[in-house]
Antibody, heavy 120, light 105 residues
Framework: EVQLVESGGGLVQPGRSLRLSCAAS????????MHWVRQAPGKGLEWVSG????????GYADSVKGRFTISRDNAKNSLYLQMNSLRAEDTALYYC?????????????WGQGTLVTVSS | EIVMTQSPATLSVSPGERATLSCRAS??????LAWYQQKPGQAPRLLIY???TRATGIPARFSGSGSGTEFTLTISSLQSEDFAVYYC???????FGQGTKVEIK
């Protein structure tokens, strides 16, 4: 059974940093692209960042480019999102999602999310 | 950036009726289009990918069509568990539509 478990969310002040983690199991992690998607309270889904199986291809939404860094550790079956210079508008539930073996593909499994609240 | 526009924002449908949801891309995405269902308090679930292929375990009452810039998700006979928010997503660079809420009429 595929499982994605996010952690690392919490309350943080504007301008500070936070690192999210996603622990994956139930599939061959290093065969698949992985993504972060967020959802602000009461709002829709926003793709944040994605990384190919070997970290050779990485992308970011314009809204987070230069502030967020995605990475993965295939030996630990883990995905990460380093979030710097956080803003109030980064407040959201952050989902980890499993992509395709091709770097371009839909998201067939999602975690339950970790909540990030940016507020003073 | 490819902008995805869904219509309508809200669709009121009676159980057993057909629901038709639309999604338009600002430029061609070929068939690189997925549909997701999200219920309150839950993560999204993949319904359709490749514009028309049902994901594993998705009932046959869900069908997708279209290519290029115009796409449709059809739920042939709405069941109580189908009332939810539906998102389209193009996966050339993964942008989502704003969602269509399907509510009970």
């Amino acid at each position: 059974e595929v499982q994605l478990v996010e952690s690392g969310g919490g309350l943080v002040q504007p301008g500070r940093s936070l690192r999210l983690s996603c622990a994956a199991s139930g599939f061959t992690f290093d065969d698949y692209a992985m993504h972060w998607v967020r959802q602000a309270p009461g709002k829709g889904l926003e793709w944040v960042s994605g990384i190919s199986w070997n970290s050779g291809s990485i992308g970011y939404a314009d809204s987070v480019k230069g502030r967020f860094t995605i990475s993965r550790d295939n030996a630990k079956n883990s995905l990460y999102l380093q979030m710097n210079s956080l803003r109030a508008e980064d407040t959201a539930l952050y989902y980890c999602a499993k992509g395709d073996q091709d770097s371009s593909g839909p998201f067939d499994y999602w975690g339950q999310g970790t909540l990030v609240t940016v507020s003073s | 950036e490819i902008v995805m526009t869904q219509s309508p924002a809200t669709l009121s449908v009676s159980p057993g009726e057909r629901a038709t949801l639309s999604c338009r891309a600002s430029q061609s995405v070929s068939s690189n289009l997925a549909w997701y269902q999200q219920k309150p308090g839950q993560a999204p679930r993949l319904l359709i990918y490749g514009a028309s292929t049902r994901a594993t375990g998705i009932p046959a009452r869900f069908s997708g069509s279209g290519s290029g810039t115009e796409f449709t998700l059809t739920i042939s006979s709405l069941q109580s568990e189908d009332f939810a928010v539906y998102y389209c997503q193009q996966y050339n660079n993964w942008t989502f539509g704003q969602g269509t809420k399907v509510e009970i009429k």
